[in-house]
């Protein structure tokens, strides 16, 4: 095995012979000397790391253009109210799950309080941030660029210590393939780090290592909600007036006299303090307006529809993110529950098998699971909470003491039986209505009034 690790190393590095390149070490939390020149990247393996001169070499493409004519970048996108709106509904709700590593027991299964991952989510995965705000910006930079990573550093039994977020650019995965045998390390601080200490939460991607940033695959859609934006306020804050033109019979000859007049104009009429000031023309001038107006170039109808786009993109309810115009009760109940089975569930389950695949020992994963209550995020809504609550404790699921801790009250004397309704009974074999009786299943012994009835002659006739 070793030899195909020193193979994929070689070939990585583009080392000449097997001795002269380094073996992978794992991060020791340091950094170190730059990685060597012939390092390339996973987006653009044409450029090396090392000669790196802008985004556009890393990922082999113009970043950010689009149509509008307006370059968007994962950074600008923030600044569209529906792109943040929607990144920030996603990271915020997943952020706020209690989170909770249960194991195996005889009984079913308990909360294991001495738990690395668990002991991370009570403390916090490193001195920087809670569990919370971890979580929060772990979401946010996936649905923003793709792919996030956190690292993770251990203790000499391999146990996880803290959990570091990395900003962009501070790791980049490097996938090697050789037929059959593939390796994927990660290049962090110009160290290479093995995959089992990267915490990779990734979009949706093609390749099965990297997730494709939703901003660069919509980035027209968004450069138009940029442009527009700026449309309308370059609009407003030329006085609501718009682009026009001087008419004049007159031939001006001088350069000077044109740019003069241009220049009056502009710090005359436009800006908001100019907004509604008469005009005041020379030489029989006449002004003509030759921009579109707003309304014509449907500028209110761009925008909303701007908004149902990127609320499609993250597919997140339009009444997430204030869009209301369409809402009534009904659907807002109903896209609401949509929103939490075919948004957050889906997210859950990757960080939480991520999770599971990295931060929980390989011989007590048979016996552990990472376990999400979604069950917090009925605590703004008392009626579904105390319908649940009704129903759990109706079935004998919990006991009153087990409600009282969940609504933060003290325990009670007395209170910690289980409970079934007296009408409710145990099905039987037997007990269904129009079913045979279980007893009557042996044959039925004839009566003596049958025994004198004469048997039937079972010879056949002469006739036949």
């Known amino acids: 095995m070793a030899g195909f690790a020193t193979r994929a190393w070689n070939l990585l590095t583009g080392a000449a012979t097997a001795d002269s ?23 653009n393996p044409a450029v ?51 989170i909770g590593v249960f194991k195996e027991t005889k009984l079913g299964r308990d909360l294991d309080p ?27 930079a ?17 146990k996880p210590l803290s959990i570091r977020f990395l900003e962009p650019g501070e ?35 093609t390749n099965g290592i990297e997730g494709k940033s939703p901003i660069e695959l919509f980035a027209n859609g968004i450069g138009l909600s940029l442009a527009a934006e ?32 241009r220049k009056q104009f502009a710090e ?33 109808e761009t925008r909303n529809f701007q908004v149902e786009d990127i609320a499609r993109m993250y597919n997140v309810p339009q009444h997430k993110i204030g869009k209301l115009d369409r809402s009534t009760n009904n659907n807002i109940e109903h896209q609401s529950k949509e929103f939490i089975t075919g948004t957050i569930l889906p997210w859950t389950v990757r960080i939480g098998q991520e999770f599971k695949r990295k931060l929980i020992a390989e011989a007590e994963k048979p016996s552990k699971e990472v376990v999400w209550d979604y069950d917090f995020l009925l605590r703004g809504d008392s009626v579904a909470q105390a319908a649940q609550t009704q129903a759990l404790f109706n079935t004998g699921s919990i006991t009153q003491n087990e409600i009282r801790r969940r609504n933060n009250l003290n325990r009670l004397a007395g209170l910690d039986d289980t409970f079934v309704q007296m009408n409710m009974q145990r099905v039987l074999p037997g007990s269904h209505m ?27 006739s002469a006739d036949a």
């Not at 989510?121 to 705000?133: K, T, V």
């Not at 996936?142 to 391999?158: H, P």
């Not at 037929?179 to 939460?201: A, S």
Request: hydrophobic share 35%; glycine share 8%; with cysteine.
């Open 21 to 43: 390149a380094p073996m992978p070490v794992a991060y020791s939390g340091e950094r170190s000397a730059e990685l060597p020149a012939e390092v390339r990247s996973l987006e």
């Open 268 to 300: 005359r009429q436009t800006g908001l303090q100019n907004a509604h000031k008469p005009l005041i023309l020379e030489d029989g001038m006449t002004y003509k307006q030759v921009t579109i107006p707003p309304n014509h170039a449907q500028f209110i």
């Open 171 to 205: 790791c980049q995965p490097i996938y090697v393939n050789m037929g059959r045998q593939r390796y994927l390390y990660y290049n962090v601080f110009g160290e290479i780090v093995d995959k089992r200490d990267i915490i990779h939460i990734r979009c949706l991607g």
């Open 48 to 98: 090396p790391l090392s000669q790196m001169s802008s985004w556009d070499d890393l990922t082999g493409h113009v970043s950010g253009g689009s149509h509008a004519g307006v370059v968007v970048t994962p950074d600008s996108a923030w600044r569209v109210s529906a792109v943040y709106a929607c990144i920030n509904t996603i990271a915020s709700t997943i952020a706020t799950i209690p």
């Open 142 to 158: 996936a649905l923003s660029r793709g792919n996030a990573y956190a690292l993770i550093e251990r203790d000499t039994y391999m």
């Open 434 to 460: 129009g079913a045979p009786d279980p007893s009557s299943t042996t044959e039925t012994t004839p009566s003596a009034a049958d025994k004198t009835k004469p048997a039937a002659d079972t010879k056949p």
């Open 230 to 261: 700026e449309f309308g306020g370059r609009f407003f804050g030329q006085g609501a007036g718009g682009m026009g033109v001087l008419e004049t019979g007159k031939v001006f000859k001088e350069q000077a006299t044109v740019d003069r007049l």
């Open 114 to 140: 001495k738990d690395p991952l668990q002991l991370l989510y009570e403390y916090g995965p490193d001195d920087f941030l809670n569990w919370s705000d971890f979580m929060y910006v772990l979401v946010a």
